[in-house]
């Protein structure tokens, strides 16, 4: 479960593990005239969360912490105002879509997920205030509602929704709003690693504007046959914005270099970075390989696994 709801009447809590995503495979087509990209890819929730909590209080203002945990793996600071935090703006939407008058409540959000990494932790941590806010004050807004509201705050909002409603495993397409998720999923073990040093999503994108000569489509058989094709071998992901990446953070290509002199095996960039993951033969492979990782290569490493599926 990704959530707990604490009914103390007149207080009620409802508390929510927001999971990072990992992107196993990212296939990106040519700029559209809007500026974005169409995208195909298959995107996983993985055991590693920021913490939310909503709880209603009394008065009449919202109240918001929002902070970096203090054992966080990848110390950052919170660089940006409430009001340009997804959960605020998740919250504002809220308020917007239901007739229904939500009462003031204070808001918690512990971070773990480090920011600029392609783990999708602001995204995450908004699907987790559409779910929590929707549970607390039964607003009875349906999941494909609270899908489509999470593609307005940004594209891998939707994903991340649906990963709070039991459905880990999707493939994205269009911008990456449309989600079909999937009911069936081998579990993946990673080895995460989370440099200290961010990309921003689009700074990634006009990168990879200018890196592509020829506009390819997005390869969506290719993703397909990989979400399909069993266990997930360790040279089966791939991503398209890699190389973008390691454009707009030059340390990335020299330390995923490092990495794979160290476990030798392949390394992959997820999202628009900087994280990357390796894949394991199981759970004691990945945390195997994160000791290597921590130990050799100076970087945070984490081993994490894929989330179960809710039916
Ligand atoms: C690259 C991916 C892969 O899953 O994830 P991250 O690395 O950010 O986690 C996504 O496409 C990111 O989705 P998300 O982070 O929600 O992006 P948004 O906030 O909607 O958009 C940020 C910026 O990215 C660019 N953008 C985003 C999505 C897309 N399909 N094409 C784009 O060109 C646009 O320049 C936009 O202004
Ligand atoms: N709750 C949040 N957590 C992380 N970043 C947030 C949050 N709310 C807003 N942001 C903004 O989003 C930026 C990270 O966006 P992006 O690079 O797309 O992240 P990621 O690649 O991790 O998905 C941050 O630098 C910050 O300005």
């Known amino acids: 479960m990704t959530s707990r709801l604490t009914h103390v009447e007149p207080y009620a809590e409802a508390e929510m593990l927001c999971p990072a995503k990992v992107n196993l495979a990212l296939s990106v087509g040519a700029a559209q005239e809007n500026g974005y990209h169409p995208i195909v890819s298959w995107m996983v929730a993985v055991d590693f969360w920021d913490q939310l909590s909503v709880q209603c209080i009394e008065g009449i203002e919202d109240r918001y912490h929002i902070s970096f945990s203090e054992d966080a793996s990848v110390r950052q600071a919170v660089d940006w105002d409430v009001e340009k935090d997804l959960v605020y703006k998740a919250h504002q939407l809220m308020k917007r879509r239901v007739e229904k008058k939500i009462p003031p409540v204070e808001v918690?959000?512990?971070?773990?997920?480090?920011?600029?990494?392609?783990?999708?932790?602001?995204?995450?941590?908004?699907?987790?205030?559409l779910v929590g806010l929707n549970e607390l004050f039964e607003l009875g807004i349906g999941d494909d509602d609270l899908i489509a509201m999470?593609?307005?705050?940004?594209?891998?909002?939707?994903?991340?929704?649906?990963?709070?409603?039991?459905?880990?495993s999707a493939m994205a397409t269009g911008y990456g709003e449309v989600i079909e998720a999937m009911t069936h999923l081998e579990p993946v073990h990673l080895a995460l690693i989370m440099p200290n040093v961010g990309c921003a999503t689009a700074e990634v994108y006009n990168a990879?504007?200018?890196?592509?000569?020829?506009?390819?489509?997005?390869?969506h058989d290719g993703v397909w046959s990989l979400i399909k094709g069993g266990k997930l071998k360790a040279d089966g992901p791939f991503n398209d914005l890699a190389e973008?990446?390691?454009?707009?953070?030059?340390?990335?290509?020299?330390?995923?270099?490092?990495?794979?002199?160290?476990?030798?095996?392949?390394?992959?960039?997820?999202?628009?970075?900087?994280?990357?993951?390796?894949?394991g033969e199981s759970k004691e492979d990945a945390r195997k390989m994160m000791d290597i990782i921590v130990e050799r290569c100076d970087v945070a490493c984490i081993d994490v696994q894929t989330l179960k599926i809710n039916p």
């Not at 454009?247 to 628009?272: C, N």
């Open 108 to 129: 918690t959000l512990k971070k773990y997920i480090p920011a600029g990494a392609g783990l999708g932790g602001g995204s995450s941590d908004a699907a987790g205030m």
């Open 150 to 168: 999470g593609a307005e705050l940004g594209c891998d909002v939707g994903f991340a929704v649906s990963a709070f409603l039991g459905k880990p």
């Open 208 to 219: 990879f504007d200018e890196m592509s000569e020829d506009h390819k489509d997005v390869d």
């Open 244 to 279: 973008a990446a390691e454009k707009v953070q030059p340390r990335l290509g020299e330390l995923r270099g490092r990495i794979y002199e160290a476990v030798h095996k392949p390394v992959h960039v997820t999202g628009s970075g900087s994280a990357m993951f390796v894949i």
